[in-house]
């Protein structure tokens, strides 16, 4: 069986655009947003709202088409391609799976270091993982990894929190910027909008070579 779940990356002039990019006919429309109570109490709600699409990982999730026309923004992230690629362990790059692409069953995480940071175990990303030949693709043409970035192989990755706009209860207007929110705080877990979701980076290997590890995954190809 072929451990390889790499799939064709898509191009735009002449660039990769990552599978979590967010393209312009995907913009985020106006969220019919309202209060409504809930099982766990009063939350936000959606006026319209249908549990199973609207609801994942106990919150609210933001509308927005999923079409990829248009132009890719590569500073902006799709909130549901994001989601689905944290939740299934599928390449940020690629959009194919990375489960199984290693015979030890670890995953490459990938993040935007300027000062050389490295990844520490334990620490929440929205980043989700990628395949060593899509990391280093990556590593080429994303002009923030030029400046500086960190990889690690990591053995588990259990969902922290979401990310999102957080809304007042009482007025439900939005607090500026973005919020992480854990599971364990229900409280705000019920104001949020969420539009990333949040993995815990735990048995953590620091990776500094990504020619070595794509040379590894290719051997490993091979041979399975
Ligand atoms: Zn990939």
């Excluded at 779940?5 to 660039?15: E, H, K, S």
């Excluded at 929205?126 to 080429?140: N, Y």
């Excluded at 993995?199 to 041979?223: H, K, R, W, Y």
Aim: aromatic letters at 8%.
């Amino acid at each position: 069986m072929s451990s390889s779940g790499v799939r064709p990356v898509t191009y735009w002039d002449g660039n990769p655009v990552p599978f979590i990019t967010a393209w312009s006919g995907e913009r985020v429309p106006s969220q019919p947003l309202a209060e409504i109570a809930g099982r766990g109490g009063t939350g936000l709600g959606f006026v319209d709202e249908q549990p199973l699409v609207d609801r994942q990982y106990y919150a609210l999730w933001v509308r927005m088409p999923a079409v990829r026309t248009g132009r890719p923004d590569l500073k902006a992230v799709h909130a549901l391609r994001q989601r689905q690629a944290m939740s299934r362990l599928l390449c940020q790059m690629c959009g194919g799976p990375t489960l199984g692409e290693r015979p030890d069953e670890r995953t490459l995480f990938l993040v935007g270091a300027a000062g050389g940071r490295p990844i520490s175990e334990g620490e929440q990303t929205s980043s989700p993982p990628l395949h060593a030949v899509c990391a280093r693709l990556a590593v080429e043409h994303c002009p923030r990894l030029r400046r500086g970035w960190a990889a690690a192989l990591v053995e588990y990755t259990p969902a922290w929190g979401v990310e999102g706009i957080l809304y007042r209860p009482d007025t439900l207007e939005p607090e500026e910027g973005l919020h992480s929110v854990s599971f364990l705080d229900t409280a705000r877990l019920h104001w949020i909008l969420a539009s990333r979701l949040l993995v815990t980076l735990e048995g953590v290997t620091p990776v500094d070579d990504l020619d070595a590890l794509c040379e590894d995954s290719e051997f490993a190809q091979i041979t399975s």
